[in-house]
């Protein structure tokens, strides 16, 4: 039972364009969630949180979305860079202790 | 701040032997580190979760005595994988958590090869 999914396996988006990535979770007790950046042969970055008495939370060119009654949460990085390019994790947890990670979405910018 | 150091970050054995992987917070005290393998195009899946001083606390599914972790400070943890087969090939990553802080810190991650 996948608890965490993040249905888009792959995404493409040009340099400078929003690239906005998805993730459904289906517990309802989930009360934080992260969005994790991983290169190859790398341990994942963290890159932005949220927990669930917000719907948004911003950090420079990346913004994390939760709607609650949907049970969904999406990141979005604009302007999207090259360097962009890495797999992207979301992970949910409750209590912030243990995480449940989603299978990942992997993402590459066009120059 | 909050680095974590992973050990070693690749590593090729032959089958049966067995392989100790360690994991450092360098600059934190973490009362808690994560194991976690990841096959390729998967997602992150826990092991296991490591107390200083106490036993793991293995997720449904994940061998005991194949994966053995040892906590034995509040900055060091290290998983052993027994008696490796080629199944047991994968990228595992630790990570530990600080006190006050909701994220986790990720290690660089080890390749384990099993031929």
């Known amino acids: 039972d996948q608890q965490v999914k993040q249905n888009s396996p792959s995404l493409s988006v040009q340099e400078g364009r929003i690239s906005i990535l998805n993730c459904d979770y289906t517990?309802?007790?989930?009360?934080?969630f992260l969005w994790y950046k991983k290169y190859p042969a790398e341990g994942p970055t963290f890159l932005i949180s949220i927990s669930s008495i917000k719907d948004k939370n911003e950090d420079g060119r990346f913004t994390v979305f939760l709607n609650k009654s949907a049970k969904h949460l999406s990141l979005h990085i604009v302007p999207s860079q090259p360097g962009d390019s890495a797999v992207y994790f979301c992970a949910a947890s409750v209590g912030t202790y243990k995480y449940i990670f989603g299978t990942g979405t992997r993402l590459k910018v066009l120059a | 701040g909050a680095v974590v150091s992973q050990h070693p970050s690749w590593v090729i054995c032959k089958s049966g032997t067995s392989v100790k992987i360690e994991c450092r917070s360098l600059d934190f005290q973490a009362t808690t580190m994560f194991w976690y393998r990841q096959f390729p195009k998967q997602s992150l899946m826990l092991m296991a979760t490591?107390?200083?001083?106490?036993?793991?606390?293995?997720e449904q599914g994940v061998e005991k005595d194949k994966f053995l972790i040892n906590h034995a400070s509040l900055t060091l943890s290290t998983l052993t994988v027994t008696s490796a087969h080629p199944e047991d090939s994968s990228f595992y990553i630790c990570?530990?958590?600080?006190?006050?802080?909701?994220?986790?810190?990720f290690g660089s991650g080890t390749q384990l090869s099993v031929l």
């Open positions: 517990n309802s007790m989930f009360d934080y």
């Open positions: 490591s107390n200083e001083g106490s036993k793991a606390t293995y």
């Open positions: 990570s530990a958590n600080r006190d006050r802080d909701e994220k986790l810190f």
